[in-house]
């Protein structure tokens, strides 16, 4: 059986020294009168008082708190637990009661308001109820750290489920973002392989590009946001890519709005929206195919349309598509969004419209 131990509380003990200087002032100002001439009158008594007795209690902080954790373990039918606290509450009163007496004394003593005489007289007659005001002491002392406690448990416990869903959401944003990668690097090489043997330096020109882009992908592999400006320097860089492979047979047009540039986007989010157009439209055509690309600052938000030329004739038919691309930007889409964005499609003879729209966009 172990009595008397200490453990820290949860609150800084220079905290605890601030709050009894506070409490014991409201509780003197309480004693505060008038003379006869209208005079303030404050006993020094008093004012002694309760400061020596709030700051023993402060002193004695640590074996309090150690003991409130007794109040947990110390069930009915656990005796010897519930003996080891009726220990600790009683010495713990009886040391209270000889310091702060002793200490009380003292100072009344070396002031010439005590008898010595007159102490012990004294002592015995209050004794039952400063007994039972220093146990009242001990048990709001224990119910006001038990409530901070029970907060910072609390308060540490959302914290930390607020650290493991950013975690996770972390996590799933660099998932989505892996998967672009080599789903880019396989189609860029794709469109070497088509011209190596037919035009080698072309297909040598665009082993360098795609070497320049991945690296400035690795190099952004940590952010989850990025500028307008920065992303669309991507989608140009494949474009370059991709206008290699057609020559002649694509064209590229952009109609950026200046306001929408400084605002912030997922990476790689335009340029799988770019590849479905050159896999499922501009691949397909026989004749000269174009993307559009207009980005709108609209209502505190992001509008972004890309359009491509599609086939007409039925015997152009679409290949076959995992949709990995759209399924990839609508997941990262709401990971980072939320509610507050909206992606349609719509096709009309020969030309096929992506529209995306975000809500409460951040900027730069």
Not at 23 to 47: D, H, K
Not at 220 to 243: A, G, N, P, V
Request: hydrophobic residues 45%; aromatic residues 8%; glycine residues 4%.
């Amino acid at each position: 059986m172990q009595i008397l131990r200490k453990q820290k509380p949860p609150i800084p003990h220079r905290f605890i020294y601030l709050a009894t200087v506070l409490i014991s002032l409201v509780i003197v100002l309480q004693f505060v009168s008038t003379n006869a001439q209208g005079e303030f009158v404050i006993r020094l008594n008093y004012i002694v008082l309760f400061i020596i007795k709030y700051f023993v209690w402060a002193l004695l902080i640590d074996f309090v708190y150690g003991m409130g954790n007794l109040l947990d373990k110390a069930v009915l039918r656990d005796y010897k637990m519930a003996f080891t606290l009726l220990c600790n509450i009683v010495l713990l009163t009886c040391l209270h009661f000889l310091i702060s007496n002793f200490i009380y004394y003292m100072v009344l003593f070396c002031t010439g308001d005590a008898n010595p005489k007159c102490i012990l007289p004294t002592l015995y007659r209050i004794l039952p109820e400063v007994f039972m005001s220093r146990i009242v002491d001990l048990f709001a002392i224990l119910l006001i750290l038990k409530v901070i406690d029970a907060y910072r448990v609390s308060k540490n416990r959302k914290m930390q489920i607020t650290n493991l869903k950013g975690q996770l959401h972390l996590a799933q944003l660099r998932s989505l973002r892996a998967q672009l990668n080599p789903h880019f690097l396989f189609n860029s090489l794709h469109a070497v392989q088509t011209l190596i043997g037919y035009d080698d330096v072309k297909a040598k020109a665009m082993v360098i590009k795609i070497s320049n882009l991945l690296r400035k992908m690795l190099d952004q592999e940590d952010r989850q946001l990025i500028s307008l400006e920065e992303e669309l320097t991507y989608l140009k860089d494949y474009l370059d890519i991709e206008q290699e492979r057609f020559h002649d047979r694509l064209s590229i047009i952009l109609e950026i709005d200046e306001a929408t540039k400084q605002m912030l986007v997922p990476p790689l989010l335009l340029q799988p929206l770019a590849e479905n157009a050159i896999k499922h439209g501009i691949s397909l055509l026989e004749r000269h195919g174009e993307i559009s690309l207009v980005t709108t600052a609209k209502d505190n938000g992001l509008q972004i349309e890309m359009s491509n030329t599609m086939p007409l004739a039925p015997k152009e038919t679409p290949v076959s598509s995992t949709k990995l691309g759209l399924r990839n930007i609508k997941n990262r889409l709401s990971q980072l969004f939320k509610e507050d964005y909206t992606l349609s499609f719509d096709k009309s003879p020969g030309v096929f419209k992506l529209t995306l729209t975000i809500k409460n966009i951040g900027k730069l």
